[in-house]
C-alpha cells in the first residue's frame, strides 16, 4: 500500500515538474517575443513587398505579434502555476497547495466544458462569420486572374504567383470546389481574366482557373 502511495506520488510530481518546465519556456518566449517585438516586426519587413501586401492585408502584424506574445505569457503562467502547485502540493503534502492545484485544474475544465457548449450553441454563427471572412477574401484578393494559377507557353501549368491566390488554387483542384460556398462568390468579386493555353484562349473567365475541370489534379499536385 505504501508502496503504490510512494509511486503516485512521484508520478504525480513528475508529471507536474514537466508542466512545470512547459510553463517557463511559454512564459520565456512571450518575454522575449513581447520585449523584442520591434526586432521581430523589422525582421518580417525584409520579406518581398509582394507577398508582404497580400499579408498585411489578411492582418495587422504589430497587432499580431503583440497578442501572440501576451497570449504566450498568460498560457506560461497558467501552465507554470499548474505544475508549481501541484509538484509542491505533492512532494511537500501540504494541502493547501493540492487545493489551489486542483481548483485550478477543476477551473479550466469548467472552461473547456463553457467553451464546447458555446462553439455546440454558436457552430451556425461561426460559420456564418468564416464563410464571410472566405468571400471577403476572395473579393480583395481573387478578383482577377494576374498572379493566379495559368499555364505557361508551352501548355504547362503554371503556379499562382501571389501568396493568397496560390492558397485558394490549392484548396480548389485539391477540394474539387469553387470559392466559399461556389462559383457566384466570384461573380460577387466581380471577377475576370483572361488565360491562354496551347492554341485554346479564355477570354472574360468568370472564375479562377482552379475551378475548372481541365485542371488535373494529379498535375497540380506534382507540381510545373
Given at each position: 500500500m505504501c508502496c503504490s502511495v510512494g509511486l503516485s506520488k512521484c508520478f504525480l510530481v513528475l508529471i507536474n515538474v514537466i508542466f512545470f518546465i512547459v510553463g517557463v519556456v511559454f512564459l520565456v518566449l512571450g518575454i522575449i517575443a513581447k520585449w523584442f517585438e520591434d526586432v521581430l516586426i523589422e525582421l518580417f519587413a525584409?520579406?518581398?513587398d509582394q507577398l508582404m501586401e497580400d499579408?498585411?492585408?489578411?492582418?495587422?502584424?504589430?497587432?499580431l505579434f503583440s497578442e501572440a506574445a501576451v497570449i504566450l505569457m498568460l498560457i506560461g503562467?497558467?501552465?507554470?502555476a499548474i505544475g508549481f502547485f501541484g509538484c509542491c502540493g505533492a512532494w511537500k503534502e501540504n494541502k493547501c497547495m493540492l487545493v489551489v492545484y486542483v481548483t485550478i485544474v477543476l477551473a479550466i475544465i469548467c472552461m473547456e466544458l463553457a467553451t464546447i457548449i458555446i462553439i455546440c450553441v454558436k457552430t451556425?454563427?461561426?460559420?456564418d462569420t468564416v464563410i464571410s471572412s472566405l468571400q471577403e477574401s476572395i473579393k480583395r484578393n481573387y478578383f482577377d486572374s494576374e498572379g493566379g494559377?495559368?499555364?505557361?507557353e508551352e501548355g504547362h501549368l503554371k503556379f499562382a504567383i501571389r501568396p493568397i491566390k496560390l492558397a485558394w488554387d490549392g484548396i480548389q483542384v485539391a477540394m474539387g470546389c469553387c470559392g466559399a460556398i461556389n462559383?457566384?462568390?466570384y461573380t460577387l468579386?466581380?471577377?475576370h481574366g483572361?488565360?491562354?493555353?496551347?492554341?485554346?484562349?479564355i477570354q472574360n473567365a468568370l472564375v479562377p482557373l482552379s475551378c475548372c475541370n481541365i485542371i488535373d489534379k494529379k498535375e497540380y499536385e506534382e507540381g510545373p
Open positions: 525584409k520579406v518581398p499579408v498585411n492585408q489578411a492582418c495587422d502584424i504589430p497587432a503562467i497558467v501552465i507554470f451556425q454563427g461561426a460559420e494559377l495559368s499555364f505557361d462559383g457566384t462568390d468579386a466581380h471577377f483572361n488565360y491562354s493555353f496551347e492554341n485554346f484562349t
